[in-house]
Protein backbone atom coordinates (compact mmCIF):
# COMPACT_ATOMS: atom_id res chain seq x y z
CA UNK A 1 0.00 0.00 0.00
CA UNK A 2 1.37 3.44 -0.76
CA UNK A 3 1.20 6.25 1.78
CA UNK A 4 -2.56 7.33 1.92
CA UNK A 5 -3.30 9.84 0.55
CA UNK A 6 -5.11 12.00 3.09
CA UNK A 7 -2.01 11.48 4.92
CA UNK A 8 0.05 13.07 2.29
CA UNK A 9 -2.74 15.95 2.32
CA UNK A 10 -2.85 16.43 5.84
CA UNK A 11 1.12 16.95 5.86
CA UNK A 12 0.77 19.26 3.24
CA UNK A 13 -1.94 21.15 5.06
CA UNK A 14 -0.12 20.93 8.23
CA UNK A 15 3.11 23.28 5.92
CA UNK A 16 1.18 25.02 3.64
CA UNK A 17 3.01 28.87 4.01
CA UNK A 18 0.16 31.26 4.74
CA UNK A 19 2.43 33.85 2.62
CA UNK A 20 5.58 32.86 0.16
CA UNK A 21 7.91 32.12 2.89
CA UNK A 22 9.17 28.90 3.10
CA UNK A 23 7.33 27.79 6.18
CA UNK A 24 8.17 24.58 8.21
CA UNK A 25 6.80 21.91 9.22
CA UNK A 26 5.91 19.26 12.23
CA UNK A 27 9.23 18.06 12.10
CA UNK A 28 11.64 20.50 11.85
CA UNK A 29 9.64 22.06 14.86
CA UNK A 30 11.16 19.59 16.68
CA UNK A 31 14.32 19.65 15.18
CA UNK A 32 14.22 23.59 16.13
CA UNK A 33 13.12 22.58 19.75
CA UNK A 34 15.52 20.32 20.11
CA UNK A 35 18.15 22.33 19.03
CA UNK A 36 16.93 25.34 21.14
CA UNK A 37 18.92 23.97 24.62
CA UNK A 38 22.56 24.63 23.87
CA UNK A 39 23.82 21.93 26.38
CA UNK A 40 21.31 18.98 26.58
CA UNK A 41 17.81 18.50 24.96
CA UNK A 42 14.78 19.17 26.72
CA UNK A 43 13.20 16.42 28.55
CA UNK A 44 9.49 16.66 27.10
CA UNK A 45 8.26 13.80 28.93
CA UNK A 46 9.58 14.63 32.15
CA UNK A 47 6.92 14.80 35.12
CA UNK A 48 4.19 13.71 32.75
CA UNK A 49 2.27 10.54 32.06
CA UNK A 50 3.24 9.84 28.82
CA UNK A 51 6.59 8.52 27.85
CA UNK A 52 7.44 9.80 24.54
CA UNK A 53 5.67 12.21 22.75
CA UNK A 54 3.71 11.52 19.57
CA UNK A 55 6.31 13.20 16.99
CA UNK A 56 9.46 12.14 18.48
CA UNK A 57 8.86 7.86 17.70
CA UNK A 58 11.86 6.38 14.80
CA UNK A 59 12.63 2.76 14.12
CA UNK A 60 15.25 3.25 17.11
CA UNK A 61 12.09 2.97 19.29
CA UNK A 62 10.71 -0.42 17.71
CA UNK A 63 10.09 -2.56 20.54
CA UNK A 64 9.73 0.09 23.18
CA UNK A 65 6.32 -0.08 25.31
CA UNK A 66 5.53 3.32 25.33
CA UNK A 67 2.54 5.84 26.59
CA UNK A 68 1.19 8.59 24.30
CA UNK A 69 -1.09 11.74 25.08
CA UNK A 70 -2.58 13.64 22.39
CA UNK A 71 -5.51 14.48 20.33
CA UNK A 72 -7.11 12.49 17.59
CA UNK A 73 -6.55 14.05 14.63
CA UNK A 74 -8.00 11.47 11.84
CA UNK A 75 -9.30 8.38 12.16
CA UNK A 76 -9.17 5.76 9.17
CA UNK A 77 -11.78 2.89 8.35
CA UNK A 78 -11.61 2.67 12.25
CA UNK A 79 -8.27 0.58 11.42
CA UNK A 80 -6.14 3.65 12.10
CA UNK A 81 -5.79 6.75 14.18
CA UNK A 82 -3.61 9.37 14.21
CA UNK A 83 -2.36 11.10 17.26
CA UNK A 84 -1.68 14.69 17.38
CA UNK A 85 0.55 16.46 20.18
CA UNK A 86 2.96 19.67 19.30
CA UNK A 87 5.85 17.38 18.60
CA UNK A 88 4.02 15.52 15.31
CA UNK A 89 1.46 12.98 14.27
CA UNK A 90 1.71 9.33 15.11
CA UNK A 91 -0.11 6.49 13.42
CA UNK A 92 -2.01 4.29 16.01
CA UNK A 93 -3.11 0.60 15.03
CA UNK A 94 -6.73 0.24 16.20
CA UNK A 95 -6.84 -3.80 17.59
CA UNK A 96 -9.40 -5.63 15.31
CA UNK A 97 -9.46 -8.82 17.67
CA UNK A 98 -12.32 -9.68 19.96
CA UNK A 99 -9.82 -9.37 23.12
CA UNK A 100 -9.44 -5.65 22.84
CA UNK A 101 -13.41 -5.04 21.85
CA UNK A 102 -12.84 -1.97 24.65
CA UNK A 103 -10.26 -0.24 23.34
CA UNK A 104 -11.69 -0.48 20.08
CA UNK A 105 -14.68 0.88 21.22
CA UNK A 106 -12.41 3.75 22.50
CA UNK A 107 -10.64 4.79 19.96
CA UNK A 108 -13.13 4.20 17.71
CA UNK A 109 -16.29 6.29 19.33
CA UNK A 110 -14.34 9.02 20.29
CA UNK A 111 -14.71 12.32 17.88
CA UNK A 112 -11.70 13.82 16.15
CA UNK A 113 -10.25 16.30 18.16
CA UNK A 114 -10.69 14.09 21.94
CA UNK A 115 -7.64 13.61 23.99
CA UNK A 116 -6.80 10.28 24.30
CA UNK A 117 -3.89 7.93 25.88
CA UNK A 118 -2.82 5.27 24.28
CA UNK A 119 -0.33 3.02 25.62
CA UNK A 120 1.31 0.22 23.08
CA UNK A 121 4.02 -1.33 21.25
CA UNK A 122 6.31 0.33 18.89
CA UNK A 123 6.28 -1.72 15.37
CA UNK A 124 7.30 -1.51 12.01
CA UNK A 125 4.58 -0.32 9.52
CA UNK A 126 4.59 -3.73 7.11
CA UNK A 127 6.49 -3.35 3.89
CA UNK A 128 5.21 -1.18 1.75
CA UNK A 129 3.20 0.98 4.11
CA UNK A 130 6.07 3.75 5.91
CA UNK A 131 5.43 7.00 4.96
CA UNK A 132 8.86 9.18 4.15
CA UNK A 133 7.10 12.53 4.25
CA UNK A 134 5.95 11.74 7.91
CA UNK A 135 8.90 11.81 10.53
CA UNK A 136 7.26 9.02 11.90
CA UNK A 137 6.45 7.10 9.02
CA UNK A 138 8.23 4.23 9.54
CA UNK A 139 6.39 3.13 13.08
CA UNK A 140 3.09 2.52 14.05
CA UNK A 141 1.70 2.20 17.58
CA UNK A 142 0.14 -1.61 18.61
CA UNK A 143 -1.95 -0.66 21.07
CA UNK A 144 -2.79 -2.44 24.21
CA UNK A 145 -4.62 0.07 26.49
CA UNK A 146 -6.43 3.17 25.63
CA UNK A 147 -7.98 5.83 27.55
CA UNK A 148 -10.53 8.54 26.65
CA UNK A 149 -9.32 11.66 28.81
CA UNK A 150 -11.95 14.43 27.30
CA UNK A 151 -14.36 13.89 24.78
CA UNK A 152 -14.57 16.79 21.52
CA UNK A 153 -17.78 18.21 20.91
CA UNK A 154 -18.55 19.52 17.29
CA UNK A 155 -16.14 21.92 16.51
CA UNK A 156 -16.54 25.35 15.20
CA UNK A 157 -13.80 24.66 12.72
CA UNK A 158 -11.93 21.71 11.43
CA UNK A 159 -8.57 22.37 13.34
CA UNK A 160 -6.44 21.82 10.36
CA UNK A 161 -4.32 24.93 9.35
CA UNK A 162 -5.58 24.24 5.63
CA UNK A 163 -9.23 24.76 6.17
CA UNK A 164 -10.19 27.99 5.70
CA UNK A 165 -11.49 29.95 8.44
CA UNK A 166 -12.56 33.67 9.45
CA UNK A 167 -10.22 35.69 11.85
CA UNK A 168 -12.84 36.65 13.83
CA UNK A 169 -14.12 32.76 14.18
CA UNK A 170 -9.99 32.03 15.17
CA UNK A 171 -10.10 34.25 17.67
CA UNK A 172 -13.63 34.16 19.24
CA UNK A 173 -12.23 29.94 19.66
CA UNK A 174 -8.65 30.97 20.13
CA UNK A 175 -7.88 27.95 22.35
CA UNK A 176 -8.85 25.34 19.07
CA UNK A 177 -6.62 28.01 16.80
CA UNK A 178 -3.61 27.64 19.24
CA UNK A 179 -3.59 23.80 18.00
CA UNK A 180 -3.10 24.47 14.78
CA UNK A 181 0.50 23.72 13.70
CA UNK A 182 1.35 27.58 12.75
CA UNK A 183 0.43 29.01 16.08
CA UNK A 184 2.49 26.26 17.94
CA UNK A 185 5.56 26.70 15.46
CA UNK A 186 4.58 30.90 16.39
CA UNK A 187 4.84 30.82 20.08
CA UNK A 188 7.11 27.95 20.46
CA UNK A 189 9.91 30.15 18.20
CA UNK A 190 8.72 33.46 19.58
CA UNK A 191 9.75 31.46 23.32
CA UNK A 192 12.74 30.44 22.51
CA UNK A 193 13.95 33.56 20.83
CA UNK A 194 13.09 35.05 24.30
CA UNK A 195 15.16 32.68 25.76
CA UNK A 196 17.99 33.05 24.05
CA UNK A 197 17.58 37.10 24.52
CA UNK A 198 17.44 36.51 28.15
CA UNK A 199 20.48 34.11 27.94
CA UNK A 200 22.51 36.94 25.62
CA UNK A 201 21.92 40.02 27.65
CA UNK A 202 22.10 38.41 31.55
CA UNK A 203 24.52 35.68 31.30
CA UNK A 204 26.90 36.86 28.25
CA UNK A 205 26.43 40.55 28.88
CA UNK A 206 25.44 41.11 32.61
CA UNK A 207 22.18 42.89 32.12
CA UNK A 208 19.91 42.49 35.15
CA UNK A 209 15.77 41.13 34.16
CA UNK A 210 14.19 43.85 36.15
CA UNK A 211 9.70 44.47 36.41
CA UNK A 212 8.49 47.68 36.15
CA UNK A 213 4.97 48.60 37.04
CA UNK A 214 2.04 49.00 35.38
CA UNK A 215 0.37 51.09 37.09
CA UNK A 216 1.61 54.80 36.50
CA UNK A 217 1.10 58.09 36.08
CA UNK A 218 0.31 60.06 32.68
CA UNK A 219 3.59 60.86 30.30
CA UNK A 220 3.30 64.08 28.95
CA UNK A 221 3.76 63.75 24.87
CA UNK A 222 4.15 60.48 22.90
CA UNK A 223 1.22 58.25 22.67
CA UNK A 224 -2.68 58.48 24.23
CA UNK A 225 -2.38 55.99 27.37
CA UNK A 226 -5.11 54.00 28.93
CA UNK A 227 -6.51 55.55 32.58
CA UNK A 228 -7.11 52.81 35.26
CA UNK A 229 -9.70 54.73 38.06
CA UNK A 230 -8.16 54.73 41.60
CA UNK A 231 -10.38 54.77 44.76
CA UNK A 232 -9.32 58.50 45.36
CA UNK A 233 -11.85 60.93 43.74
CA UNK A 234 -10.94 62.26 40.17
CA UNK A 235 -7.25 60.66 40.03
CA UNK A 236 -6.31 57.92 37.37
CA UNK A 237 -3.23 55.76 36.60
CA UNK A 238 -1.94 55.24 33.58
CA UNK A 239 -1.02 51.89 31.99
CA UNK A 240 2.73 53.45 30.14
CA UNK A 241 3.06 53.24 26.97
CA UNK A 242 6.34 51.80 27.57
CA UNK A 243 9.25 51.63 30.64
CA UNK A 244 11.18 54.69 29.65
CA UNK A 245 11.02 56.94 32.83
CA UNK A 246 12.13 53.92 34.44
CA UNK A 247 14.62 52.42 32.87
CA UNK A 248 16.21 56.04 32.99
CA UNK A 249 15.65 56.13 36.81
CA UNK A 250 17.34 52.61 37.26
CA UNK A 251 20.35 53.61 35.64
CA UNK A 252 20.36 56.88 38.52
CA UNK A 253 19.84 53.55 40.61
CA UNK A 254 23.12 52.70 39.46
CA UNK A 255 21.31 49.10 37.66
CA UNK A 256 23.59 50.32 35.00
CA UNK A 257 22.51 47.03 32.51
CA UNK A 258 18.69 46.89 32.83
CA UNK A 259 16.68 44.84 30.32
CA UNK A 260 13.14 43.46 30.53
CA UNK A 261 10.37 41.91 28.16
CA UNK A 262 8.02 44.29 28.85
CA UNK A 263 3.99 44.84 28.59
CA UNK A 264 3.56 48.26 27.00
CA UNK A 265 -0.03 49.57 26.50
CA UNK A 266 -1.18 52.76 23.88
CA UNK A 267 -4.41 53.77 23.47
CA UNK A 268 -4.02 54.39 19.88
CA UNK A 269 -7.99 53.92 18.62
CA UNK A 270 -8.30 50.91 16.17
CA UNK A 271 -5.43 50.57 13.75
CA UNK A 272 -5.30 47.59 11.59
CA UNK A 273 -1.83 45.88 12.73
CA UNK A 274 -1.58 47.16 15.86
CA UNK A 275 -2.09 45.99 19.10
CA UNK A 276 -3.37 48.02 22.19
CA UNK A 277 -1.30 46.03 24.66
CA UNK A 278 1.89 44.84 22.96
CA UNK A 279 5.34 43.67 23.97
CA UNK A 280 8.83 45.05 23.99
CA UNK A 281 12.18 44.06 24.76
CA UNK A 282 12.83 46.86 26.78
CA UNK A 283 17.10 47.95 27.43
CA UNK A 284 18.91 50.43 29.01
CA UNK A 285 22.69 50.69 29.87
CA UNK A 286 25.15 53.32 31.10
CA UNK A 287 28.36 54.44 29.87
CA UNK A 288 27.47 53.76 26.28
CA UNK A 289 27.15 55.70 22.84
CA UNK A 290 24.95 54.62 19.87
CA UNK A 291 27.77 52.57 18.78
CA UNK A 292 27.45 50.09 21.75
CA UNK A 293 23.97 50.00 21.19
CA UNK A 294 23.81 49.04 17.96
CA UNK A 295 26.24 46.64 18.37
CA UNK A 296 24.72 44.73 21.13
CA UNK A 297 21.57 44.49 19.36
CA UNK A 298 22.94 42.88 16.32
CA UNK A 299 24.72 40.76 18.56
CA UNK A 300 21.61 40.08 20.11
CA UNK A 301 19.60 39.39 17.13
CA UNK A 302 22.44 37.07 15.48
CA UNK A 303 22.60 34.69 18.74
CA UNK A 304 18.45 34.46 19.04
CA UNK A 305 17.81 34.15 15.43
CA UNK A 306 16.49 30.62 14.98
CA UNK A 307 18.59 27.95 13.60
CA UNK A 308 16.18 27.20 10.16
CA UNK A 309 16.93 30.58 9.21
CA UNK A 310 19.63 32.04 7.52
CA UNK A 311 22.20 33.46 9.43
CA UNK A 312 22.18 37.00 10.69
CA UNK A 313 25.18 39.15 9.16
CA UNK A 314 26.14 41.70 11.02
CA UNK A 315 26.97 45.23 10.90
CA UNK A 316 23.83 46.15 9.83
CA UNK A 317 24.22 48.77 7.54
CA UNK A 318 23.13 52.78 8.28
CA UNK A 319 21.37 55.45 6.53
CA UNK A 320 20.56 58.94 7.61
CA UNK A 321 17.58 59.74 8.08
CA UNK A 322 17.89 62.78 5.31
CA UNK A 323 19.24 60.12 2.71
CA UNK A 324 16.36 57.50 3.72
CA UNK A 325 13.83 60.04 3.03
CA UNK A 326 15.48 61.32 -0.33
CA UNK A 327 15.95 57.72 -1.48
CA UNK A 328 13.37 55.95 -0.60
CA UNK A 329 10.97 58.07 0.76
CA UNK A 330 10.56 56.53 4.37
CA UNK A 331 12.16 56.04 7.79
CA UNK A 332 11.90 52.73 7.32
CA UNK A 333 12.69 51.72 4.04
CA UNK A 334 12.51 48.09 2.45
CA UNK A 335 16.03 47.49 1.10
CA UNK A 336 15.24 44.42 -0.38
CA UNK A 337 14.77 45.85 -3.92
CA UNK A 338 15.99 49.10 -5.50
CA UNK A 339 13.79 51.31 -7.77
CA UNK A 340 15.44 54.17 -5.16
CA UNK A 341 13.94 57.75 -5.86
CA UNK A 342 15.99 59.73 -8.29
CA UNK A 343 16.38 63.55 -8.30
CA UNK A 344 15.73 64.94 -12.15
CA UNK A 345 15.68 68.10 -11.33
CA UNK A 346 18.42 69.46 -13.16
CA UNK A 347 17.11 67.77 -16.68
CA UNK A 348 13.75 70.54 -16.28
CA UNK A 349 15.26 73.63 -14.91
CA UNK A 350 14.48 75.03 -18.50
CA UNK A 351 10.99 73.28 -19.18
CA UNK A 352 8.49 74.18 -20.96
CA UNK A 353 5.94 71.89 -18.47
CA UNK A 354 4.19 74.46 -16.52
CA UNK A 355 3.84 72.02 -13.46
CA UNK A 356 7.57 70.95 -13.54
CA UNK A 357 8.15 75.11 -14.17
CA UNK A 358 5.69 75.80 -11.37
CA UNK A 359 7.26 73.63 -9.01
CA UNK A 360 10.92 73.86 -9.30
CA UNK A 361 10.37 77.81 -8.62
CA UNK A 362 8.93 77.48 -5.11
CA UNK A 363 11.77 76.81 -1.77
CA UNK A 364 12.63 73.06 -1.81
CA UNK A 365 11.03 72.34 -5.07
CA UNK A 366 11.80 69.19 -6.95
CA UNK A 367 11.15 67.16 -9.29
CA UNK A 368 11.96 63.37 -8.69
CA UNK A 369 11.01 60.20 -10.31
CA UNK A 370 11.17 56.29 -9.68
CA UNK A 371 11.85 53.83 -12.38
CA UNK A 372 9.09 50.83 -12.13
CA UNK A 373 11.23 47.68 -14.16
CA UNK A 374 8.70 45.89 -16.68
CA UNK A 375 6.16 48.73 -15.52
CA UNK A 376 4.71 48.58 -18.66
CA UNK A 377 2.26 45.32 -17.55
CA UNK A 378 1.46 47.03 -14.42
CA UNK A 379 0.46 50.91 -15.12
CA UNK A 380 -1.21 52.85 -17.64
CA UNK A 381 2.17 54.52 -19.21
CA UNK A 382 3.57 58.00 -18.77
CA UNK A 383 6.56 57.63 -19.89
CA UNK A 384 8.73 54.45 -20.97
CA UNK A 385 11.92 54.36 -22.86
CA UNK A 386 11.16 54.01 -26.52
CA UNK A 387 10.27 56.41 -28.53
CA UNK A 388 7.04 56.73 -28.33
CA UNK A 389 6.32 57.96 -25.25
CA UNK A 390 3.07 57.74 -23.68
CA UNK A 391 2.31 60.39 -21.70
CA UNK A 392 0.06 63.20 -21.96
CA UNK A 393 3.55 65.35 -21.36
CA UNK A 394 5.92 63.38 -23.71
CA UNK A 395 5.47 65.88 -26.88
CA UNK A 396 6.69 68.89 -24.25
CA UNK A 397 9.67 67.19 -23.27
CA UNK A 398 12.81 67.53 -25.68
CA UNK A 399 15.25 65.23 -27.13
CA UNK A 400 18.06 66.02 -24.93
CA UNK A 401 16.09 65.86 -21.82
CA UNK A 402 14.80 62.33 -22.74
CA UNK A 403 18.18 61.08 -23.30
CA UNK A 404 19.16 62.36 -20.09
CA UNK A 405 16.42 60.52 -18.57
CA UNK A 406 17.40 57.50 -19.89
CA UNK A 407 20.61 57.76 -18.78
CA UNK A 408 19.80 59.19 -15.06
CA UNK A 409 17.21 56.43 -14.12
CA UNK A 410 18.51 53.88 -16.44
CA UNK A 411 15.37 53.09 -18.01
CA UNK A 412 14.78 49.56 -20.19
CA UNK A 413 12.19 48.98 -22.81
CA UNK A 414 8.95 48.47 -21.16
CA UNK A 415 10.42 49.83 -17.76
CA UNK A 416 7.49 52.87 -16.65
CA UNK A 417 9.29 55.94 -15.17
CA UNK A 418 6.22 58.16 -12.28
CA UNK A 419 7.27 61.48 -12.49
CA UNK A 420 5.88 64.07 -9.54
CA UNK A 421 6.93 67.99 -9.15
CA UNK A 422 6.75 69.28 -5.43
CA UNK A 423 8.01 70.33 -2.24
CA UNK A 424 11.51 67.75 -1.63
CA UNK A 425 9.88 65.74 1.13
CA UNK A 426 6.45 65.38 0.02
CA UNK A 427 7.95 64.26 -3.00
CA UNK A 428 9.42 61.78 -1.86
CA UNK A 429 6.42 60.39 0.55
CA UNK A 430 4.56 60.15 -2.04
CA UNK A 431 7.50 58.64 -4.54
CA UNK A 432 8.21 55.99 -1.72
CA UNK A 433 4.33 55.26 -1.05
CA UNK A 434 4.17 54.06 -4.99
CA UNK A 435 7.32 52.62 -5.15
CA UNK A 436 5.92 50.03 -2.21
CA UNK A 437 2.54 49.88 -3.99
CA UNK A 438 4.60 48.89 -7.21
CA UNK A 439 6.62 46.43 -5.88
CA UNK A 440 3.18 44.67 -4.76
CA UNK A 441 1.59 44.86 -8.14
CA UNK A 442 4.33 43.34 -10.07
CA UNK A 443 4.75 40.71 -7.56
CA UNK A 444 1.16 39.51 -8.20
CA UNK A 445 2.51 39.53 -11.74
CA UNK A 446 4.90 37.04 -10.90
CA UNK A 447 7.95 39.40 -10.55
CA UNK A 448 9.86 38.17 -7.12
CA UNK A 449 11.50 41.73 -5.77
CA UNK A 450 11.53 40.48 -2.35
CA UNK A 451 13.02 37.43 -1.66
CA UNK A 452 11.10 36.13 0.89
CA UNK A 453 13.83 34.20 2.94
CA UNK A 454 15.84 37.59 2.70
CA UNK A 455 15.69 39.24 6.05
CA UNK A 456 16.92 42.41 5.10
CA UNK A 457 17.84 44.98 8.39
CA UNK A 458 18.99 48.74 8.24
CA UNK A 459 20.33 51.28 11.02
CA UNK A 460 18.69 55.18 10.47
CA UNK A 461 19.87 57.41 12.05
CA UNK A 462 20.16 61.16 12.83
CA UNK A 463 16.47 61.42 12.79
CA UNK A 464 15.22 65.30 13.89
CA UNK A 465 15.45 66.14 17.46
CA UNK A 466 12.39 67.58 17.00
CA UNK A 467 9.13 68.21 14.30
CA UNK A 468 6.47 70.97 13.56
CA UNK A 469 2.96 70.05 15.66
CA UNK A 470 0.56 68.85 13.58
CA UNK A 471 -2.02 71.33 14.71
CA UNK A 472 0.22 74.27 14.90
CA UNK A 473 3.21 73.86 13.07
CA UNK A 474 4.56 76.70 14.71
CA UNK A 475 5.42 74.94 18.02
CA UNK A 476 7.61 71.98 18.20
CA UNK A 477 7.40 68.10 19.18
CA UNK A 478 9.66 65.71 19.84
CA UNK A 479 10.38 63.85 16.78
CA UNK A 480 10.49 59.98 19.18
CA UNK A 481 10.15 61.17 23.52
CA UNK A 482 11.27 64.10 24.94
CA UNK A 483 14.44 62.13 26.83
CA UNK A 484 16.31 62.04 23.38
CA UNK A 485 19.61 62.99 23.27
CA UNK A 486 20.60 66.14 20.98
CA UNK A 487 23.64 64.87 17.83
CA UNK A 488 26.62 66.68 20.01
CA UNK A 489 27.47 68.71 17.37
CA UNK A 490 24.18 70.28 17.03
CA UNK A 491 23.86 71.43 20.28
CA UNK A 492 24.25 74.66 19.88
CA UNK A 493 20.97 74.76 17.48
CA UNK A 494 18.83 74.05 20.50
CA UNK A 495 19.25 78.14 21.35
CA UNK A 496 19.31 79.45 18.21
CA UNK A 497 17.37 77.00 15.56
CA UNK A 498 15.74 74.17 17.54
CA UNK A 499 14.25 72.81 13.84
CA UNK A 500 17.22 71.91 12.58
CA UNK A 501 18.46 70.32 15.44
CA UNK A 502 19.48 66.29 15.14
CA UNK A 503 19.58 63.41 17.83
CA UNK A 504 21.42 60.45 18.56
CA UNK A 505 17.86 58.83 18.01
CA UNK A 506 18.55 55.26 15.94
CA UNK A 507 15.85 53.53 14.29
CA UNK A 508 16.12 49.56 13.58
CA UNK A 509 14.58 48.72 10.03
CA UNK A 510 13.67 45.12 8.90
CA UNK A 511 12.65 44.39 5.69
CA UNK A 512 10.57 48.11 5.82
CA UNK A 513 9.11 48.00 9.46
CA UNK A 514 10.12 49.58 11.88
CA UNK A 515 11.01 46.69 14.87
CA UNK A 516 13.10 48.89 17.20
CA UNK A 517 14.14 52.51 18.19
CA UNK A 518 16.54 53.83 20.98
CA UNK A 519 18.76 56.70 21.60
CA UNK A 520 21.02 58.01 24.21
CA UNK A 521 19.27 59.63 26.69
CA UNK A 522 19.71 63.85 28.17
CA UNK A 523 21.73 63.01 31.18
CA UNK A 524 21.89 66.92 32.35
CA UNK A 525 18.39 67.94 34.37
CA UNK A 526 19.64 71.69 32.91
CA UNK A 527 19.46 70.49 29.11
CA UNK A 528 16.46 68.25 29.85
CA UNK A 529 14.47 71.37 31.93
CA UNK A 530 15.37 73.37 29.04
CA UNK A 531 13.99 71.24 26.42
CA UNK A 532 10.76 70.62 28.35
CA UNK A 533 9.48 73.79 29.43
CA UNK A 534 11.37 76.02 26.86
CA UNK A 535 11.09 74.25 23.35
CA UNK A 536 8.38 71.45 24.15
CA UNK A 537 6.10 73.76 26.78
CA UNK A 538 5.45 70.43 28.76
CA UNK A 539 4.17 71.06 32.07
CA UNK A 540 7.67 69.98 34.13
CA UNK A 541 5.77 69.65 37.52
CA UNK A 542 4.68 65.95 35.78
CA UNK A 543 8.54 64.89 35.61
CA UNK A 544 10.25 66.59 38.30
CA UNK A 545 11.03 63.12 39.88
CA UNK A 546 12.76 62.32 37.01
CA UNK A 547 14.54 65.96 36.33
CA UNK A 548 15.25 65.65 40.14
CA UNK A 549 17.25 62.09 40.03
CA UNK A 550 19.42 63.66 37.16
CA UNK A 551 20.32 66.10 39.45
CA UNK A 552 21.71 63.37 41.46
CA UNK A 553 24.56 61.95 39.59
CA UNK A 554 22.91 60.43 36.89
CA UNK A 555 25.18 58.47 34.57
CA UNK A 556 25.12 59.11 31.17
CA UNK A 557 23.15 56.40 29.27
CA UNK A 558 21.25 55.27 26.70
CA UNK A 559 19.37 52.53 25.05
CA UNK A 560 16.60 50.86 23.02
CA UNK A 561 13.33 48.87 22.20
CA UNK A 562 12.77 45.94 20.65
CA UNK A 563 9.00 45.32 19.08
CA UNK A 564 9.05 41.69 19.79
CA UNK A 565 5.77 41.23 18.33
CA UNK A 566 6.47 42.78 14.95
CA UNK A 567 9.53 41.08 15.07
CA UNK A 568 8.49 37.76 15.45
CA UNK A 569 5.94 38.20 12.73
CA UNK A 570 8.14 39.05 10.04
CA UNK A 571 10.51 36.12 11.25
CA UNK A 572 7.88 33.69 11.01
CA UNK A 573 6.82 35.38 7.89
CA UNK A 574 3.04 35.70 9.10
CA UNK A 575 0.59 38.05 7.83
CA UNK A 576 -0.15 39.99 11.08
CA UNK A 577 1.31 40.32 14.09
CA UNK A 578 -2.15 38.72 16.15
CA UNK A 579 -0.89 35.45 14.40
CA UNK A 580 2.55 35.51 16.89
CA UNK A 581 0.61 36.60 20.09
CA UNK A 582 -1.41 33.96 22.41
CA UNK A 583 -4.37 36.18 23.09
CA UNK A 584 -4.45 39.25 20.62
CA UNK A 585 -7.17 41.83 20.38
CA UNK A 586 -8.80 42.36 17.26
CA UNK A 587 -8.26 45.26 15.66
CA UNK A 588 -10.74 47.03 17.68
CA UNK A 589 -9.24 46.22 20.44
CA UNK A 590 -11.89 43.37 21.86
CA UNK A 591 -10.76 39.96 23.32
CA UNK A 592 -13.55 38.24 20.83
CA UNK A 593 -13.43 35.74 23.26
CA UNK A 594 -14.42 37.19 26.34
CA UNK A 595 -15.97 40.08 25.46
CA UNK A 596 -13.82 42.39 26.80
CA UNK A 597 -13.89 45.48 27.34
CA UNK A 598 -16.85 45.10 29.16
CA UNK A 599 -19.83 46.83 31.36
CA UNK A 600 -19.66 47.18 34.74
CA UNK A 601 -22.65 47.69 36.90
CA UNK A 602 -22.85 51.10 38.11
CA UNK A 603 -22.69 49.68 41.54
CA UNK A 604 -19.09 48.56 40.99
CA UNK A 605 -18.35 52.37 39.78
CA UNK A 606 -19.24 53.84 43.09
CA UNK A 607 -16.11 53.26 44.63
CA UNK A 608 -14.08 54.88 41.93
CA UNK A 609 -16.31 57.42 41.76
CA UNK A 610 -17.08 57.16 38.18
CA UNK A 611 -20.56 58.03 36.46
CA UNK A 612 -20.90 56.57 32.59
CA UNK A 613 -22.29 59.43 30.69
CA UNK A 614 -23.94 57.19 28.01
CA UNK A 615 -23.49 59.03 24.33
CA UNK A 616 -27.25 59.50 23.08
CA UNK A 617 -27.27 57.18 20.37
CA UNK A 618 -25.84 54.26 22.21
CA UNK A 619 -28.92 55.01 25.21
CA UNK A 620 -31.32 53.63 22.58
CA UNK A 621 -28.58 50.40 21.84
CA UNK A 622 -29.01 49.48 25.81
CA UNK A 623 -32.59 50.16 26.20
CA UNK A 624 -32.92 46.66 23.96
N1 LIG B 1 10.77 53.85 25.07
C1 LIG B 1 11.04 53.98 23.68
C2 LIG B 1 9.86 53.44 22.87
O1 LIG B 1 9.02 52.74 23.39
C3 LIG B 1 12.26 53.23 23.25
C4 LIG B 1 13.51 53.81 23.82
O2 LIG B 1 13.77 55.01 23.62
O3 LIG B 1 14.26 53.04 24.42
O4 LIG B 1 9.76 53.69 21.68
Known sequence: MTFPSWLSQLCRGLSRPIRRTTQPIWGSLYRSLVQSSQRRNPEFSSFAVRTNTCGE?????????????????????????????????????????????????????????????????????????????????????????????????????????????????????????LRSFQMQYNL??????????????CNLHGFVDIETPTLFKRTPGGAKEFLVPSREPGKFYSLPQSPQQFKQLLMV????????????????????????????????????????????????????????????????????????LATYGTDKPDTRFGMKIIDISDVFRNTEIGFLQDALSKPHGTVKAICIPEGAEILPVFLNANRNWNSPVASFIMESQRLELIRLMDTQEEDVVLLTAGEHNKACCLLGKLRLECADLLETRGMVLRDPTLFSFLWVVDFPLFLPKEENPRELESAHHPFTAPHPSDIHLLYTEPKKA????????????????????????????????????????????????????????????????RLICLVTGSPSIRDVIAFPKSFRGHDLMSNAPDSIPSEELKPYHIRVSWPTDSKAERAH
Not at 93 to 120: T, Y
Not at 142 to 156: D, F, S, Y
Open 502 to 565: RSQHYDLVLNGNEIGGGSIRIHNAELQRYILATLLKEDVKMLSHLLQALDYGAPPHGGIALGLD
Open 188 to 201: RLRSQMVMKMREYL
Open 57 to 177: LRSSHLGQEVTLCGWIQYRRQNTFLVLRDFHGLVQVVIPQDESAASVRKILCEAPVESVVQVSGTVISRPAGQENPKMPTGEIEIKVKTAELLNACKKLPFEIKDFMKKTEALRLQYRYLD
Open 253 to 324: GGLDRYFQVARCYRDEGSRPDRQPEFTQIDIEMSFVDQTGIQSLIEGLLQYSWPNDKDPVVVPFPTVTFTEA
